[in-house]
RNA sequence: GCGCCUGUGGUGAAGGGGUUAUCACCUGAGGUUUCCAACCUCAUGUCCUGGGUUCAAAUCCCAGCGGGCGCACCA
């Protein structure tokens, strides 16, 4: 079959077998909007599953679930109000939409910082002109809100919410709580899967940019100073790995993590160790090796928050795609809380490795002394005092707080030697965030698993999902649904399904090969067909999707083997 | 948001003013068949939505919604 309408042909069986489907579609659908149906949602679920548990397993990671809808300020502190609300205009001669602070960028110098007017006026007053038809006609600047404004609250006083741009706040919002979680020791990370929001301007290309869309974060909250060591000598494949174009690297690098990290192409060492860990969930989960790379976001097109960003771009029918973004975000998101909150609890403790004494020379009031002079302005005094410097000479006249004028004399002072011990600091943890959208690592596992082959000289589908991903683990054929083949298959079908974590269906519609192709066609890897030797010997035959070979076995080491996904296993042995 | 193209059963298509809208596949029911989309019988849609033109609209016109591509946008 030709490579030509792939993607067509693709997209009509995501629909026909109710993988992925345009949302509201008897209401005329809504673009950037999809469901998952039956076989979709159960191929994402997997997805998100084994995600959770790849990070799970590292043992200081943690699962939450916050909210979706999001207070402003929340928002502001992150920077998402700022960011997501960029002024537009559009050229009255051509139609052309510009950022306005885009425009006007080479004639002043903090444009992000501008109002409406002020833009309007600073587009009319220049001969900024459209890059498009070079022109100078400007339509008034228009707010364009990436984000879905809500209100919380049902009546008039409503508080100014959005849907949440990322599901990153939620973590940063459970810092104290995480922090007493992991008894106040870094390194630690949280994850969370959710829903995200971004009211695009025009949604395209099937799935991959969507209006609603699900996240998956982690947020790993380090020492700055301590940053832990993984090792990366656990994978010694070759990475497509493409730096920073202004960078002093060349533009592409085929290496290994640990070596890309030695020779300073990845600079932060945990942000290494996340492109390790997410080639590998990307690798495990099916994604095609040979499709994946690494681009390192030039220093202009990075997000606000971050120091270093990599973007992990898998190749499919749209091309190079951004899927993951592992970024460091240093500590902009705790400390822009910590400021915009004031809360006190976004910072941890470091130990210091031994108590350090510090010796000071101090200027201390003299408390016996300042008491009976002055009275009930005495508090105000000692302040005061306490601000003076060593080397001030007395008398000397200082104003209270209270704008009260007082004589200070040298009696009302002494100099001391004060000694403390000080064990440790506060500080603000770093934060090394993988971001993974999954949607489009979904779409790219299903563009990497549809095969389009030949089978005795007829063109054949087959999705080829491994067992970490399929959206059922087996289907059930009883040869005939009669004699009692029917009945087995049943009891098989029930029994493989109170398995944990099993999902196994029955298929009794039509002939024997038909439902072979259909189990091929949504990636079922095992088939199992009961036939009339079952009846009398409790046997069954297992068919392997992608080479049609079948092994005879009997239905307790089915269900043994299903259950401990071990039935590729059986094929080896019985062929040796 | 702009420009060009486009919208007919579950999927893919034909029909471009005039009887009851056509075809293939798919799906369901029944039959037949001892293992890879076999065969036979039957069933399932009405032309994206709303206006307009006309005796008559799936067909022509307008608007909206959806899809594709290009431009712009894409923390």
Not at 285 to 310: L, N, P, Q
Not at 386 to 402: A, E, G, R
Not at 428 to 456: C, M, N, Q
Request: charged residues 25%.
């Amino acid at each position: 079959m030709s490579e030509e309408h792939r993607l067509d042909r693709l997209t009509s069986l995501l629909k026909r077998r109710g993988v992925i489907l345009p949302s509201f579609e008897i209401y005329g659908g809504v673009s950037g909007l999809i469901d998952y149906g039956p076989i979709g949602a159960r191929i994402k679920r997997k997805v998100t599953d084994y995600w959770i548990n790849h990070w799970i397993k590292q043992g200081d990671i943690v699962e939450i679930d916050s909210p979706t809808i999001t207070p402003e300020r929340v928002l502001i502190a992150s920077g998402h109000v700022g960011e997501f609300n960029d002024l537009m205009t559009e050229c009255k001669s051509c139609s052309s939409i510009y950022r306005a602070d885009h425009l006007i960028g080479e004639i002043h110098d903090n444009p992000e910082s501008l109002g409406e007017i002020e833009m309007n006026k600073i587009l009319q007053d220049k001969s900024i002109i459209c890059l498009n038809c070079g022109k100078n006609d400007w339509s008034p600047t228009k707010p364009m809100n990436l984000m879905f404004k809500t209100g919380i609250g049902a009546m008039k006083e409503q508080r100014l919410a959005y849907m949440r741009p990322e599901t990153a706040q939620g973590m940063f919002m459970l810092f104290p709580s995480l922090y007493r979680h992991f008894r106040q020791k870094l390194p630690f990370g949280a994850i969370q899967i959710g829903k995200g929001y971004r009211n695009e301007i025009s949604p395209r290309q099937g799935m991959i940019r969507l209006r609603e869309f699900n996240m998956a974060e982690l947020e790993y909250f380090i020492d700055p100073n301590n940053p832990p060591l993984e090792d990366l000598s656990t994978n010694l494949s070759l990475i497509n790995m493409i730096p920073d174009p202004e960078s002093k690297f060349d533009l592409n690098y085929n290496i290994t993590f640990s070596n890309a990290f030695n020779i300073g192409l990845i600079k932060h060492p945990t942000v290494a160790f996340f492109l390790m860990k997410t080639w590998n969930f990307l690798v495990e989960i099916g994604i095609d090796k040979s499709k994946i790379r690494f681009r390192e976001h030039v220093s202009t097109e990075m997000a606000h928050y971050a120091e270093e960003c990599w973007d992990c771009e898998i190749n499919g029918e749209y091309g190079w795609i951004e899927c993951v973004g592992i970024a460091n975000r240093t500590s902009h998101d705790l400390k822009s809380h910590e400021n915009i909150s004031g809360s006190k609890s976004l910072t941890a403790w470091r130990a210091f490795t031994e108590p350090r004494i510090e010796r000071k020379t101090i200027l201390s009031p003299k408390t016996s002394i300042i008491g009976p002079i002055f009275k009930e302005q005495s508090g105000l005094v000692i302040e005061a005092i306490k601000k003076l410097q060593i080397d001030d000479k007395f008398p000397k006249n200082i104003k209270l707080s209270n704008g009260n004028n007082v004589d200070i004399t040298s009696e009302m002072t002494e100099i001391k030697d004060i000694e403390t011990t000080v064990s440790g600091e506060w500080f603000t943890p770093h934060v090394i965030e993988p971001a993974f959208g999954i949607d489009r690592i979904v779409w790219h596992l299903i563009d990497h698993s549809y095969k389009e082959v030949k089978k005795e000289g007829v063109e054949y589908t087959i999705m080829k999902f491994n067992d970490n991903v399929c959206p059922i683990d087996a289907i059930i054929l009883p040869l005939y649904e009669k004699d009692g083949m029917d009945k087995i298959a049943f009891e098989i079908t029930r029994k493989a399904n109170s398995l944990l974590g099993i999902r196994v269906e029955m298929d009794t519609s039509k002939s024997i090969g038909r439902r072979y192709a259909r189990a091929d066609e949504i990636g079922v890897p095992w088939t199992v067909t009961v036939d009339h030797t079952s009846v009398d010997d409790n046997t069954v035959t297992i068919r392997r999707r992608d080479d049609q070979k079948q092994i005879r076995t009997t239905i307790k080491q089915l269900l043994d083997n299903l259950m401990n996904k071990t039935i590729e296993n059986m094929f080896h042995e019985y062929q040796s």
